[in-house]
């Protein structure tokens, strides 16, 4: 990902016009989807804040593409639900959801698209010379 991917494309933003152009070159490369990334990677870098989000959010809708936020905390998660973002990517990980906002988060209504192959590959994890069944 470090190597590859994330040189070709991902785009970092932190004005609403960057954000807004992002989408919109994403648009243009034929996406079928625009993912943002809200969640702090690696820990403790800077976030999608401000308007950036919501703008990146509409442009993207515009050009008749949904927004996969992937998220790590509850402010995430709110802060891409106020954004309409169309799912969320994996789901709060990296802290327990307060029970006081539980209900905040279930009146998004907005669905969460898991992570299975990561999820696959941690209840793999120490597996050694696996044998075909």
Known sequence: MRWYAIPRYAIEVDKFAEAAAAA????E???DFLTVIVDRIPHGASRICGDSLPAAVH???IRGLRTVAHIGTTD???DAAHAHVAPWA????RERIPDNRI???ASFGIPMV?????????ARR???GRQAT
Do not use: F, K, N, Q
């Not at 919109?24 to 648009?27: Q, T």
């Not at 994996?90 to 990980?93: D, K, Q």
């Not at 898991?114 to 941690?122: F, G, M, Q, W």
């Open 24 to 27: 919109e070159l994403v648009a």
């Open 114 to 122: 898991p992570t299975i192959v990561v999820v696959e590959a941690l």
């Open 59 to 61: 442009v993207a809708s």
């Open 103 to 105: 209900g905040e988060m």
């Open 76 to 78: 995430d998660a709110g």
């Open 126 to 128: 120490g597996e050694t």
């Open 90 to 93: 994996h789901g709060v990980y």
């Open 29 to 31: 490369w034929g996406a």
